[in-house]
Structures are given as structure tokens and as C-alpha cells.
């Protein structure tokens, strides 16, 4: 098949494999080529096009912008009608791209693995032949029904990001806090606010719960294979704490999945775990004989005393990022993050403060005496691949902030995270 008609983009750093794949588009017929050795220079490219091209042929990892940011520049700007990723990455990363895109609106032609081949091409390029005019994404719809929620959950539609802690006292990283974002079709990226609830409300929160367990275990193993030994939190919901038979499926999750359920924290929200008590105690209890740690989450934002905050099995308290924001400046808040930090204390209780954005708020807790930190002035959330170049780049001493002493003068790491990691937590 000629494809005369196909206008192609090849966004590729290596200049060797760009003149080659050029080579093989040319000899497939194809004749409006354009190249450009990254996302940056692409953008450009087809910003100038008074139409968008058919297909954008791409690698992930690119300098200056990496692929997944410009596959998103790429959709708001609807620059392309498909997308054909060229990448030796994991498939499982190709697949979280994949599903991004098809969010977006792009059509999605299957990756190719490297070395490139023009068969390949011909396969790929003969699929968007088939497949005519992608489909523009649909206008935003109202609150997602079951079937489409269950739909979601079957077709891996909801995908695990990753929110470093470090220690305070070295500024080492010492895990993450497993994040869910929807990448929902025709609408983008959907935080959990725009889901959660109606999880809740199916019944189905315990399948996304596992889903995200099953993910932070499997890239627990992945980090560790490249030397970092590193800690994950999943948040679980007060719904699933009615089940007795709760504690049972995430075991067997971890169990599966070859993880330490000791390295393992369960964040329950504070508000949510004061009501149906006993059944609540009777699930927290069996995580922890398990292995689980448990968080209790925002901390100082609920309704419980004293007495039933003694009663619960938890391991870690998990500072409200509302009083960590306001302390430096005002004296209730911070009266109330050293009261929980010392009530902490005497629990025995591990202490983290969340919502850290700025070296004011680091300072304060840090001279606080407060344990672990995550916030946006460490990192915001990442998709798990994008850890280990985060992990490089904030232990270069130049680029994380000072330990040891409140009144260094570090900054955080100026990683540049894809756009559609800067949603927030």
C-alpha cells in the first residue's frame, strides 16, 4: 500500500535512528515528513502546520521534553489525529501511555518495539487507513455511572502515581503515597474528587483499592531491583472497613505480588474511621497482626477523642496539610501541629506532615521535630518510571534542601514532570 497521502512527524533524539526510520517512512510512499530530535522542537513544528498530521511516530524518553508531556501538548492542542509510540520500554509504561492518549482523543496505533522495522511501519500506518478519522473527545458528561466505572476498572483506566516522603532529619527519601488518577475517555485526567464517591457508592472501592496495592508492590520490586528499598502508602476507604473479609483480600494481594505487608502503610482518614467502631476495630486489628501498617490520615480535621484515638491500632498519624500550610504564619495552627506531634510522641506513634510547598513550611517542620514530609516542594506525584530519575536528582546535594540545620539555603529538584503529574495529590 502507498501511503502518499499520510503526513508523519518523527520525534526522535537519536539522530542515527531518526534518519533511519525518515528512510523508511520515504520508502513507504510517505512524502510530508517532518522530524525533530524532541517534544519542544515538535510543538513548534506542528503549531505552524495550518493542519494537524496524521501521525505522530515518537520515543518516551527524549530530552528537553520527554514524550508523555508532549503527547499531552500534543491532544490539548489537537496537533495530530494518531499517535505510534517507538519505545524499548516497559510495557507496562507503554500501556499507561496508551491509555493517556486514548483519553485525550488520539487515536492509538500499537507500539512498536526497537529496532524499527518498515514492515512495522507498513502495519501500523495501514491501521489508521482502516480506522479513518479518530474520534474528537466527547464534552465533559456528569457523574460517571456503574457500568462506566466498572469499564474503567476492566480496562486499566485508573493508573498509580507516586508522592515521595523523605526523613526530615537526613532529607533521604523513604517511600511513597500511592495516588489514583482516571484517565476517564473524552474528558482527560479525573482526580479522585470526581470519583471517589461514586466508587463508594457501587460498591466498588475495594477493587480499585487492590488494584492500587497490586501496583505499589509491583513497583516496590521494580525500585528494588535498581537498589532503592522503599516504603508505600495506600489509602483505603471506610467502606471497605465494614467487611470483615477485607483484611483476607489485601493479604493475599500482597501475598501474590511477593511483598512484605511490613512495608505496606494503610491511610485511613480520621472522620471516617470514629463511626461503626467496633467493626472498624475488628479489620484495623487483623491488618495489623497481618503485617499492615496503618496511618491515621488528616490528622486534626475530624471528630474523635482522645480515648478512641488510643483504642485504634495504628502505627503512623499523618498531619492535615491544612495546619502544616497555615503554622509558620498563625499561631492556632501552629499550637495545633505541635500538640499533635507531641500527643504523637507519647503514643508512640510515627508523625508525618503532608502538603509541604514551600522552604517556610519545610523549615517549620523540620524544626518541629515532626518525622517524615511529602508535599509539592519535594515532588509532586509522578508516575512510578519517573521515580528513580526524581530519587538522582533530589540526593545531588546542589538540588535538595539543606538537613540537619532549618536555615540552609537548598532548593528542590527542578524535575520537569509531565504536565499531567502536575494535577496535584
Not at 496505533?109 to 518498515?118: F, G, H, M, V
Not at 474520534?135 to 465533559?140: F, S, T, Y
Not at 501541629?337 to 507531641?342: I, N, P, W, Y
Not at 518510571?385 to 538537613?403: C, F, N, S
Request: hydrophobic content about 40%; overall charge negative.
Amino acid at each position: 500500500m502507498n501511503f502518499q497521502d499520510r503526513s508523519v512527524i518523527v520525534v526522535e533524539d537519536h539522530p542515527f535512528q531518526r534518519r533511519m526510520t525518515l528512510r523508511q517512512l520515504g520508502q513507504l510512499g510517505v512524502e510530508d515528513l517532518l522530524e525533530a530530535a524532541h517534544g519542544r522542537e515538535a510543538l513548534n513544528l506542528l503549531m505552524a502546520r495550518h493542519a494537524p498530521v496524521d501521525v505522530i511516530l515518537c520515543d518516551l524518553d527524549m530530552p528537553e521534553m520527554d514524550g508523555v508531556e508532549f503527547i499531552s501538548h500534543v491532544a490539548t492542542n489537537r496537533l495530530a489525529r494518531a499517535l505510534l509510540v517507538v519505545s524499548a520500554m516497559d510495557s507496562a509504561i507503554l500501556h499507561t501511555v496508551e491509555t493517556m492518549a486514548r483519553a485525550y482523543g488520539i487515536q492509538v496505533l500499537e507500539s512498536i518495539p526497537k529496532p524499527l522495522t518498515a514492515k512495522l511501519l507498513a502495519d501500523r500506518l495501514e491501521r489508521l487507513e482502516e480506522a479513518g478519522q479518530a474520534p474528537a473527545p466527547a464534552d465533559a458528561a456528569g457523574e460517571p455511572g456503574a457500568d462506566e466505572l466498572r469499564r474503567g476498572l476492566e480496562s486499566r483506566e485508573f493508573l498509580t502515581f507516586f508522592q515521595p516522603k523523605v526523613d526530615l532529619a537526613t532529607g533521604q527519601p523513604t517511600g511513597v503515597e500511592t495516588l489514583v488518577r482516571w484517565y476517564r475517555p473524552g474528558q482527560g485526567v479525573l482526580c479522585p474528587g470526581a470519583f471517589i464517591s461514586r466508587l463508594e457508592a457501587e460498591g466498588l472501592m475495594d477493587r480499585l483499592t487492590e488494584h492500587l496495592l497490586r501496583q505499589s508492590c509491583l513497583y516496590l520490586h521494580a525500585w528494588e531491583e535498581r537498589g532503592r528499598t522503599l516504603e508505600a502508602s495506600v489509602n483505603i476507604s471506610m467502606t471497605s472497613l465494614r467487611d470483615i473479609a477485607f483484611a483476607d483480600r489485601l493479604q493475599q494481594v500482597v501475598l501474590d505480588e511477593g511483598c512484605d505487608p511490613r512495608r505496606i502503610t494503610l491511610e485511613v482518614t480520621e472522620s471516617e474511621v470514629m463511626t461503626e467502631l467496633a467493626t472498624v476495630l475488628n479489620v484495623l486489628a487483623r491488618l495489623r497482626l497481618k503485617g499492615f501498617k496503618l496511618s491515621i490520615d488528616d490528622f486534626g480535621t475530624g471528630y474523635s477523642t482522645l480515648k478512641q484515638l488510643n483504642s485504634l491500632p495504628f502505627t503512623e498519624l499523618k498531619l492535615d496539610q491544612a495546619f502544616i500550610q497555615a503554622a509558620p504564619q498563625d499561631p492556632r495552627s501552629r499550637a495545633i501541629v505541635e500538640a499533635s506531634l507531641e500527643l504523637a510522641a507519647k503514643l508512640g506513634l510515627k508523625t508525618v506532615a503532608e502538603g509541604i510547598e514551600t522552604r517556610q513550611q519545610w523549615d517549620f517542620i523540620h524544626a518541629s521535630g515532626c518525622q517524615e514530609a511529602q508535599g509539592y516542594f519535594i515532588s509532586r506525584p509522578m508516575p512510578g518510571h519517573q521515580l528513580p530519575e526524581w530519587l538522582a536528582l533530589w540526593e545531588a546535594p546542589e538540588t535538595r534542601p539543606a538537613v540537619g540545620r532549618s536555615s540552609g539555603h537548598g532548593r528542590r529538584p527542578a524535575l520537569d514532570l509531565p504536565a499531567f503529574a502536575r494535577a496535584g495529590a
